[in-house]
């Protein structure tokens, strides 16, 4: 495949940054669009130019890192997968291909494609414990029986690896899917319930003070999660806030 890449390249976060161009061939449709990006590096390197800076780790979904926003969508056309899962045989030879950061005001941009998510790390601090009692009488954790339903549920919200793609697909740059998933995964299950209270309210502060927007029931973050997370988690999320603040 022969395509044309439109890049966004930014020095650092105070620099202003712009899209530019790269002709790449020799694309195959096994290669994932990491490995194309890659390829492109490559060859930027032995002309003497700077690579494209971009976020990556696992390549295999599960670490939340390469996110990318490719022809306007969070990790691109193909649906349930992160962008280094995504194969180069969603595009066709001849394509034009434009590749950004997520935008939003809580992801700054660093350089190039890659942003600061440390914003989604200051939430999960915020509220991300649970007591345990470990004083010589511990309680076995298989000894506490758990509903089918909430544990399922409970694994669902846990499989969300802040990429961010919600933030990035909201018109609003919301963190609510992202939070919601975070406080589900406790709230569900016996051992989450300790510190219910301050949690929820300690986490949706945070996600306020760091410049999130508010959710307006869109649903654009629910379709483009990699991992499938339910809107449902937002409904809970928000009944435990009312909860928590009736109890003041
Ligand atoms: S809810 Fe989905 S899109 Fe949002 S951070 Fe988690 S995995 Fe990514
Ligand atoms: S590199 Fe880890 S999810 Fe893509």
Same mark, same amino acid.
């Given at each position: 495949?022969?395509?044309?890449?439109?890049?966004?390249?930014?020095?650092?976060?105070?620099?202003?940054?712009?899209?530019?161009?790269?002709?790449?061939?020799?694309?195959?449709?096994?290669?994932?669009?990491?490995?194309?990006?890659?390829?492109?590096?490559?060859?930027?390197?032995?002309?003497?130019?700077?690579?494209?800076?971009?976020?990556?780790?696992?390549?295999?979904?599960?670490?939340?890192?390469?996110?990318?926003?490719?022809?306007?969508?969070?990790?691109? $056309?193909?649906?349930? !997968?992160?962008?280094?899962?995504?194969? @180069?045989?969603?595009? /066709?030879?001849? =394509?034009?291909?434009?590749?950004?950061?997520?935008?939003?005001?809580?992801?700054?941009?660093?350089?190039?494609?890659?942003?600061?998510?440390?914003?989604?790390?200051?939430?999960?601090?915020?509220?991300?414990?649970?007591?345990?009692?470990?004083?010589?009488?511990?309680?076995?954790?298989?000894?506490?029986?758990?509903?089918?339903?909430?544990?399922?549920?409970?694994?669902?919200?846990?499989?969300?690896?802040?990429?961010?793609?919600?933030?990035?697909?909201?018109?609003?740059?919301?963190?609510?899917?992202?939070?919601?998933?975070?406080?589900?995964?406790?709230?569900?299950? $016996?051992?989450?319930? !300790?510190?219910?209270?301050?949690?929820? @309210?300690?986490?949706? /502060?945070?996600? =306020?003070?760091?410049?999130?927007?508010?959710?307006?029931?869109?649903?654009?973050?629910?379709?483009?999660?990699?991992?499938?997370?339910?809107?449902?988690?937002?409904?809970?999320?928000?009944?435990?806030?009312?909860?928590?603040?009736?109890?003041?």
């Amino acid at each position: 495949m022969n395509l044309t890449l439109k890049i966004w390249r930014q020095k650092d976060a105070q620099s202003k940054g712009k899209i530019v161009d790269y002709p790449i061939s020799g694309i195959e449709g096994d290669m994932s669009f990491l490995e194309m990006l890659d390829v492109l590096n490559e060859e930027l390197i032995t002309k003497g130019e700077e690579p494209v800076v971009f976020d990556h780790d696992c390549r295999e979904g599960i670490c939340g890192s390469c996110s990318l926003q490719i022809n306007g969508e969070p990790h691109g $056309p193909d649906r349930l !997968v992160t962008t280094c899962q995504l194969h @180069m045989r969603k595009f /066709n030879d001849g =394509d034009t291909i434009f590749i950004e950061p997520f935008r939003a005001k809580a992801f700054p941009v660093v350089k190039d494609l890659m942003i600061d998510r440390s914003s989604f790390d200051r939430i999960q601090q915020a509220g991300g414990f649970i007591s345990v009692n470990t004083s010589g009488n511990t309680i076995d954790a298989n000894a506490i029986p758990i509903r089918k339903e909430d544990a399922d549920e409970a694994m669902d919200a846990a499989t969300c690896i802040g990429c961010g793609a919600c933030v990035a697909a909201c018109k609003n740059a919301s963190a609510m899917l992202f939070t919601s998933a975070k406080v589900s995964q406790f709230s569900l299950l $016996p051992q989450g319930q !300790v510190e219910a209270t301050e949690r929820v @309210m300690a986490m949706v /502060n945070q996600m =306020d003070e760091e410049g999130f927007g508010n959710c307006t029931n869109t649903g654009a973050c629910e379709i483009e999660c990699p991992k499938g997370i339910s809107l449902e988690n937002i409904a809970r999320m928000n009944r435990e806030y009312m909860k928590a603040s009736l109890k003041g």
